[in-house]
């Protein structure tokens, strides 16, 4: 049982580049979201999903786009990499018929925008 | 979404309790009261929730103002281990977690 796991764990881009942050969780949660943490700040949420084929924003979406095809996976998509973008991200996850259950968060991934 | 206020950082001497304060003045009634805590260069992980009633579980104590405009999360003795940045989160039904800055604990051997 990994729980949640992420990858890559570090990155490099370059302005302008394309990647794709991926999150995977074996728990069978229905709601997933990524969250981006800038240096010495709290997390905010970019976007969630409470099943597959459901997505929705969170507090700065802009830059990013998501999709659910499946329950384990949840990747987060960079279209064009800006510097504003270079951060930490981490995907979450829990059941969502639970509401009041804990999260579960994953390592992260720190990207640096060159 | 309701916000919360906390104090920036706090000290700790090690093996002392702990008493981390939170404002949550415009708490709705189906919010829920999270903590969670960060340690350093690590997700996330979940401390405690409550509702109305204070809670106690193996890591922490969670007491609740009968008003619901304020809680105190409680270490009970604190180790170095326990440094870290503790967030207050309001969670409302459709389970989002809007994090703000948090307090830092350090804890002083």
């Known amino acids: 049982n990994a729980g949640v796991t992420q990858t890559p764990k570090f990155q490099v881009l370059k302005t302008g580049q394309s990647m794709t942050l991926q999150c995977a969780q074996d728990?069978?949660?229905?709601?997933m979201s990524w969250y981006r943490q800038d240096p010495g700040m709290g997390l905010r949420l970019i976007h969630y999903?409470?099943?597959?084929?459901?997505?929705d924003q969170g507090e700065v979406p802009n830059g990013y786009n998501v999709s659910r095809s499946t329950t384990e996976d949840f990747p987060l998509r960079l279209l064009s990499a800006a510097p504003s973008q270079t951060s930490v991200y981490f995907c979450?996850?829990?059941?969502?018929?639970?509401?009041?259950?804990?999260?579960?968060f994953g390592p992260g991934t720190r990207l640096t925008v060159t | 979404d309701a916000k919360t206020t906390q104090p920036n950082s706090m000290e700790s001497n090690e093996e002392e309790p702990v008493h981390l304060p939170c404002n949550h003045s415009t708490i709705s009634g189906t919010d829920y009261i999270h903590w969670y805590r960060q340690l350093p260069s690590q997700g996330p992980e979940y401390v405690i929730h409550?509702?109305?009633s204070n809670v106690n579980n193996r890591m922490a104590s969670l007491a609740i103002a009968e008003d619901r405009k304020s809680s105190t999360l409680i270490l009970h003795r604190a180790t170095l281990r326990d440094a870290a940045v503790y967030y207050c989160?309001?969670?409302?039904?459709?389970?989002?977690?809007?994090f703000g800055q948090g307090t830092e604990l350090s804890v002083k051997p």
């Open positions: 999903s409470v099943g597959a084929g459901i997505t």
């Open positions: 728990m069978n949660h229905e709601y």
């Open positions: 409550g509702l109305t």
């Open positions: 979450a996850t829990y059941p969502y018929r639970v509401h009041y259950y804990e999260q579960y």
């Open positions: 989160i309001l969670r409302d039904v459709g389970g989002k977690l809007i």
